[in-house]
């Protein structure tokens, strides 16, 4: 179902919904996978992103996003000397992405202290995201729920854990999805909650020992 | 929430009611958020509107690329046949709020930051020449929100996929459907407004120099207003459009999947094609590689 107020909306920077709100999202997904504002982040853009990024400002988005501007923050506009200020070291580069993906794409790679992750994110229409693969598992993730992922070992009883804990915590899961790469090997697992989940939440699930990269997303949009 | 017009508009005057009212009942309904959160972002919405016209009034603002700016201030004091008229402030505002979006300011995206300048202009200038309360103001928006919704469900929203038609033809037809409610017409003469208008903006091709929303889309959003001002004049004198609205609707989705990929924001053919259009991009594209390194 289509919103009224996806039409009449959303209030944002311009010039583009989808080469600056959309990539502003993206940032700002990529800087909740290492829980704050990164060291370093390499910016490689896809299509239509490489194309006519720059005259969109899709890169100075996408740099606002990761130093925590949301699509309407008029800083947006100043953010790559702001990141510069800030310190955050940032290269933009053109690629051209192996495999099937939208024309508005992006993948980051993001550092924060000991912490990585490499996103594909891609902005599909009107400033909405659709996060591709992280860490190079697929993921089909909006951005719309606060969001969790984590990596485990592919065996029988995870997610009835995780559930657990979050049904423990007052916690509704909006969707769910696993994905592997291989019988045995190691799976993605990806919640989209109704509310972010709490410290204590996050606690009891990284204590799961098959759980590792545990990371908790807010929601971008 | 509504995928016919038709339906929406038969339901609005089965209970004698606005499509605004129908819009923000029916968005209330679905329980995602309460009526009072629903006119609360439609307000903050009108707030931005208001400041973005504002701001590009002022005349001073320059496009990222440089290519446009300004030219909405060149409106303030109109020497043309129609100066004083609502016609030059629908126009003015239009192209203000574009001018805006183009220079990275705030603008609501309505349906797009490529059409936004169409609904406020439209809404906006006619506000200008007869004082509306904001709550009148919220009811159009909404309106223009069920029009958006159904045109989403039932074509597209986005000039990737369905040429310019799709993002200021859509707008255009929200505004009109909005203006109408604004001057007490009847959700009939709202839909007939909205027919008559995107008749007026089949075809429409995305073309824009570079790929930049800024060369024709600004000056696109402005007559994107204009010709939903025709729509309006026409429905509420009485003319009514033989083509059902769905079926112009749907007339806009049929035309833009069948569109060369050359006019939907490709930068590939029409006024972005042509030898000055290709120049002007080079020129301010290599600038702005430029910047960035």
Known sequence: MVSILDIIGPVMVGPSSSHTAGACRIGLFARGLVDGRPDAAKVELHGSFARTGTGHGTDRAIAGGLLGFLPDDERLRESLELAEEAGLALTFTNTRLRGDHHPNTARITVRRGDREAVLVGSSVGAGRILITQIDGFPVEITGAYPTLVFVAHDEPGIIAAVSTVLARQGHNIASMRVSRHHKGGEAIHVYELDQAATSDALEAIRSISAVSKLRSIPRVA | MFESLVEAVEQAEARRISLGELALEGEAEEGLRSREE????????????????????????????????????????????????????????????QEVNAAMGVIVAAPTAGGAGVLPGLLLGLAKHRPVPDVMLVKALATAGLVGAVVAVRASLSGAEGGCQAETGAAAGMAAAAGVELLGGSPTEAAHAVALTMQGTLGLVCDPLGGLVEVPCVYRNATGAAIALAGIEMSLAGIRFPIPVDEVIDTMGEIGRTMDVRYRETAGGGLAATPTGRRLAKERLVQLRGKRQ
Do not use: C, H, W, Y
């Open chain 2, 38 to 97: 629903i006119e609360g972002s439609l307000l903050r919405a009108l707030v931005v509107m208001r400041q973005a016209v504002a701001r590009g009034l002022a005349g001073d603002l320059k496009s990222v690329s440089g290519l446009v700016g300004g030219d909405a201030a060149k409106l303030n004091r109109p020497v043309g046949p129609l100066a004083g008229t609502v016609f030059t402030d629908v126009l003015a505002s239009a192209l203000a709020v």
